[in-house]
């Protein structure tokens, strides 16, 4: 008796789908696309309807045949990849290139590789969704357009193997407008003054000075006279709890997991890449070997803008919620997420355990150290999404200061937030980008009494001066991204790799810095082709590509009104623009093979020394990054270098006369226990390699002026 076929992507999950359907079906992997546009010409027929020209490249005809062979003996085909638009292409192309009988063809849908999922997804196929399918072609084919017209312009006019895309230009241009908006940052000087104040009693507390007591004027310290003179006022003034506010606040948790949030997530808490996180979410949501159970599906499908959950998933969480941790960490109703990003597709679910009885703890043995992370963060996640909210008493003391010689009222205030109930809190807290406050580590306050008086203990002024908004990291550039309505779920990973292989872009310290080649290409595009890259036309296509999915559009159109006004453009700057000089910066020394100056160049696994004499000269040396430290064992220079799987860490630039390494970033400043090497310890925390001293790294760097 003929077998049913099965097609999905990837061998994982082909294993995985073998385990659940039995013997009944063939399960085969079509290794994800098998047919795309050529690589060496547009392959879209502009003068024709932009009919593209889909090929079979020639590393997937032994692919494309085989599964033709397998479909040939089938009863029926079964096409089960992925559940967006990418995977409906895939299996519309699977279709197209094996010339599969379509009155054979089944499509089934499924969110996540459980029993009960697939098994309810062959109880209803359906025909291949053509409207998700001309959305992902007209962004295929969009794309195409744009790379195949500006790359070649910029061969042209700047230097040859350059490309520029369409959506990573507008992240290019992001990156761009924050640095420029970082270098004409004018800091301005301010101060702040605090007053360490006590009870009768002796119990003391820090109150910070905000404004004066008498109006609602903003006091503002610009200089270190105006301090001093009102450091003296405050001198003198007698203290005295003018106002107390007290309040219980409710903390509710954040959603389920969405593509943005993980990726965002992952950087902070894991330091992954978003491209790192979708590889290891893939290998989740396929399914691993877990013990007896087999090959399983641990997590949803990845690539989602959904906050929905099933029911099911709900009722399975809140049952675990009441017998873990009891009845008080259970709201009476499941919460519902509705609140959506732009172009958010409802009928997918938000990213969890396919089954929250799986507790890491119990998966730790199967997985490796990054499955197991990711995992334990989408866990914690999801089952702290239907946990009680947390409650918090904060309290907030306004200090009347006032100075019996002139009369003046000054208004200090002091808070405190201290945690009544724990709820979701207990299991999970959300990360903070690099420079976002923190709520945590305030003091409590002691009791205090309205007209309470109160003793000055001391004052302390400080100067301070304003900072420029940070640069983008993974986490803050793909939020930024999302809230722009720029790319979707199944984009956002290549973007970020992409402008970083080009060489357009690099990371220091988790941050993206523009390269001299990205800042060129950006003018270029800027000043000759503004629109492809401005941040609301971009969006507004993304939208359009939405209604071309939802089959509110066609989408030949949709291509036709970009496309003819953007090559009137390409036809006109060609004619204008001047060559660039893509000059290389000086590395400061000479080859040692023809004596020619050394420039430092970037390619797909960042900077390195060239010869300035490329190509007659084929010299190329290591970068290094010196972090201005000498080493601890020789006096060298301590120098960034990259380990195995692009793993950084910082050793000796004598090596290999000098072996000495760490894996943390090392700190300019010496210990001030004992004058050892310092290393970068949890982002805000320094410390000693010797002596194993630790404090706040803020507290070593800081320039504060002490009246």
């Not at 941790?325 to 519902?336: A, D, F, M, T, V």
């Not at 290409?521 to 071309?548: C, N, S, W, Y």
């Not at 003819?564 to 623009?577: C, D, G, L, Q, V």
Request: net charge positive.
């Amino acid at each position: 008796m003929a077998k049913d076929l099965v097609i999905v992507e990837s061998p994982a999950k082909a294993r995985t789908l073998t385990r659940i359907l039995g013997g009944r079906y063939l399960v085969k992997a079509s290794l994800g696309h098998v047919r795309d546009l050529p690589k060496s010409a547009l392959g879209v027929d502009v003068g024709n309807g932009f009919a593209p020209k889909y090929l079979v490249p020639k590393e997937k005809r032994e692919v494309v045949s085989r599964l033709s062979k397998a479909a040939k003996g089938a009863s029926s085909v079964y096409l089960a990849t992925d559940p967006d638009r990418e995977g409906e292409a895939i299996s519309w192309h699977l279709v197209e290139a094996t010339r599969l009988d379509k009155a054979t063809v089944k499509r089934v849908v499924f969110h996540e590789i459980t029993r009960e999922a697939i098994t309810e997804a062959f109880r209803h196929p359906r025909a291949i969704d053509m409207c998700l399918v001309n959305a992902q072609q007209a962004r295929r084919i969009l794309d195409r357009l744009v790379g195949y017209k500006l790359s070649p312009l910029l061969w042209q006019k700047v230097k040859g193997g350059l490309s520029a895309g369409r959506v990573q230009s507008v992240a290019l241009r992001m990156i761009v407008d924050r640095e420029l908006e970082i270098e004409g940052f004018v800091p301005k000087e301010y101060w702040t003054i605090e007053a360490e104040l006590a009870k009768s009693t002796g119990e003391s507390f820090t109150a910070a000075l905000v404004g004066f007591s008498d109006t609602s004027s903003k006091l503002e310290i610009p200089n270190r006279d105006e301090a001093v003179r009102i450091t003296a006022e405050l001198e003198e003034a007698s203290y005295i709890v003018a106002n107390l506010n007290k309040k219980e606040t409710a903390r509710q948790p954040p959603p389920p997991f969405i593509t943005s949030t993980l990726q965002q997530e992952a950087w902070r808490k894991l330091r992954f890449t978003a491209k790192h996180t979708m590889a290891v979410a893939q290998q989740l949501y396929e399914g691993l070997p877990i013990g007896r159970e087999g090959s399983v599906g641990l997590i949803t499908y990845m690539r989602t803008d959904s906050k929905r959950v099933s029911p099911k998933a709900l009722t399975e969480t809140r049952h675990h919620i009441q017998e873990k941790y009891g009845s008080e960490y259970l709201p009476p109703h499941p919460r519902q997420f509705t609140k959506k990003v732009k172009g958010a597709q409802e009928a997918h679910e938000a990213i969890r355990p396919t089954s929250v009885r799986r507790e890491p703890s119990l998966l730790k043995p199967y997985l490796s150290r990054d499955q197991f992370r990711l995992y334990e963060l989408i866990w914690k996640r999801m089952v702290a999404s239907q946990m009680a909210a947390a409650l918090i008493d904060s309290t907030t003391a306004e200090i009347e200061a006032k100075n019996p010689k002139s009369g003046r009222g000054y208004l200090l205030r002091a808070t405190s937030s201290v945690i009544k109930f724990p709820g979701f809190m207990t299991l999970y807290q959300e990360g903070k980008d690099d420079g976002e406050a923190s709520d945590e580590g305030k003091a409590t306050l002691p009791g205090l009494a309205k007209g309470e008086l109160l003793e000055l203990l001391g004052l302390r002024p400080e100067r301070h001066f304003t900072q420029p908004p940070p640069r983008y990291t993974e986490a803050t550039l793909i939020k930024a991204l999302e809230e722009n309505g720029i790319g979707r779920p199944s984009t956002y990973a290549l973007i970020l790799s992409t402008i970083q292989e080009r060489g357009y872009v690099e990371k220091q310290d988790g941050q993206f810095h523009p390269l001299k080649l990205g800042l060129i290409v950006d003018e270029l595009l800027r000043e000759h082709f503004p629109e492809v890259i401005d941040v609301g036309f971009t969006a507004q296509m993304e939208k359009e590509l939405d209604e071309i999915a939802r089959g509110e559009r066609e989408w030949v159109p949709v291509i036709e009104d970009f496309y003819t006004p953007f090559e009137k453009t390409i036809k006109e700057a060609a004619s204008r623009i001047k060559k660039v000089e893509a000059l290389y910066e000086p590395a400061g020394e000479t080859c040692p093979m023809c004596g020619k100056p050394m420039v430092i160049k970037s390619g797909r696994f960042g900077k390195f020394l060239a010869c300035s004499g490329y190509p007659h000269c084929k010299t190329a040396k290591p970068f290094l990054i010196k972090v201005g430290v000498t080493c601890p064992q020789c006096g060298g220079e301590l120098v960034e270098r990259q380990g195995r799987k692009r793993r950084t860490f910082y050793g000796c630039a004598n090596y290999p006369d000098c072996n000495f390494t760490t894996r943390n970033r090392p700190v300019p400043e010496p210990c001030p226990r004992c004058g050892g090497l310092l290393t970068l310890y949890r982002r805000k925390w320094a410390k000693c390699i010797k002596c194993e001293y630790k404090g706040g790294l803020e507290e070593l760097k800081a320039e504060t002026a002490v009246i």
